[in-house]
Every structure is written in C-alpha cells, then in structure tokens.
C-alpha cells in the first residue's frame, strides 16, 4: 500500500523559513516524481513544486518561485520542500502527491494527509 | 499558465439523481501525437486528501465506482456522476497537466 507521511509543519512568522518532509513507502520511491499541492483556507488546490525521479527535472509554480526548494533523497525515500520569505498567503495545508504512473507527470494518484504551514506573527 | 475553469461553482442534487460539472481550459490540452487529453478529476471531501477519479479525460482510476465517467476533449471536459449517492457529496475538481505549472479549477462543490 503507498503511503506518503508530510512531516515538518507549524506555525512560523513572516519572513520566516519552514522545511516540510515527505516520507513514502509501499512502492519502489525512486521510479515515481512527486509533487507538493497545498490548499489555503476556504480556497482550491494549487500545484506548488514537483520533482522528477531523479532530481534532474524540478519545476515550481510562480507565486513560489525563487522562494521555494523541492528536493528528494531516494536512499531515504523521502522529498523535502524548503520554504523561505514565507508570508501570510502561503498559510495552507501542504500535502505531498506521487504521480499515478512512472514517467508521465501531473497525475496525482496517492496523496499524503498533509502538512498544516501557518505564516503568522 | 493554462487557466481552467469549473462551472458550476456548486450545484445541489438529489439522491439517485445525475450531477454534471464542466471544466474549460484556457487553451487545448490535447496533445495530438499521443492522441490524448491531458485533463484529470479529483474528488475531495473535507479532512480528507484528494483522490484521483479519472485521468487521461475519460479513465476511471481503480476503484472508482463506474458512476463516475468523463468525457470531452481539446478544452472542454465534463465529468458526470450517474445514480447520486451520499457518499459522492464533496468538491471536485479538474486539472490539467499538459504544461507546467500543472493548474486545477477552482473547484465545484456538490451537495448531495
């Protein structure tokens, strides 16, 4: 059985920096790419980040750009997303999203429960 | 970016009843080559993650019960749950992933 478990969420102030973990297991970690989605209060999901099997392909939505890290360590199983300059509008739940199929990206069959990020002075 | 666009934004429905929401992408999400349409829907209900219904704009994930069909191609996709149960009240959403930043709509809310 997959499963994705997000660590590393809390509460931080403006300007501050928040690392969240993913750790997976129940599948061969390093053949899938894997994304961060995250859902602000009251409002829909928004791709974040993700990142290819091996690292070599990362990509990142504009409102985090320059701002956010996505990295993965396939010897742990684990993908990271170091998060810096954070501000109020990036207060949501983070959840980590492992592709449905090995190499074809953007569909998210297996999902962590996710990670609360509170941006809060 | 690719915008997508639900619509409706919620809608109410009755028991045993047929739900139909509408998603628009801002330019075509066909990709002609491998004749596909790079459109997928989720359902998400609340403490929940999101579970992926359908991809491909017409393939039932496993599991997923076969109320549940998509149809449409280029940049208008429908996804339509037959026989309404319970169970189905939530949001859904549709998302593409042709190009990056992979985007979703805003979401429909369907009460059941």
């Known amino acids: 059985e997959v499963q994705l478990l997000e660590s590393g969420g809390g509460v931080v102030r403006p300007g501050g920096s928040l690392t969240l973990s993913c750790e997976a297991s129940g599948f061969t970690f390093g053949d899938y790419g894997l994304s961060w989605v995250r859902q602000a209060p009251g409002q829909g999901l928004e791709w974040v980040a993700g990142?290819?099997?091996?690292?070599?392909?990362?990509n990142y939505a504009d409102s985090v750009k320059g701002r956010f890290t996505v990295s993965r360590d396939n010897a742990k199983n684990s993908v990271y997303l170091q998060m810096n300059g954070l501000t109020a509008e990036d207060t949501a739940l983070y959840y980590c999203?492992?592709?449905?199929?090995?190499?074809?990206?953007?569909?998210?069959?297996?999902w962590g429960q996710g990670a609360q990020v509170t941006v809060s002075s | 970016d690719i915008v997508m666009t639900q619509s409706p934004d919620s809608l109410a429905v009755s028991l045993g009843e047929r739900a139909t929401i509408n998603c628009k992408s801002s330019q075509t999400v066909f990709f002609s080559t491998l004749k596909k349409d790079y459109l997928a829907w989720y359902q998400h209900k609340s403490g929940q993650p999101p579970r992926l219904l359908l991809y491909w704009a017409s393939t039932r994930e496993s599991g997923v019960p076969d109320r549940f069909s998509g149809s449409g191609s280029g940049t208008d996709f429908t996804l339509t749950i037959t026989n309404l149960q319970a169970e189905d009240a939530a949001i859904y959403y549709c998302q593409q992933y042709d190009t990056k930043p992979y985007t979703f709509g805003q979401g429909t809310k369907l009460e059941i």
């Open positions: 990142i290819n099997w091996n690292g070599a392909s990362i």
């Open positions: 999203a492992r592709d449905r199929h090995v190499g074809q990206g953007g569909i998210f069959g297996s």
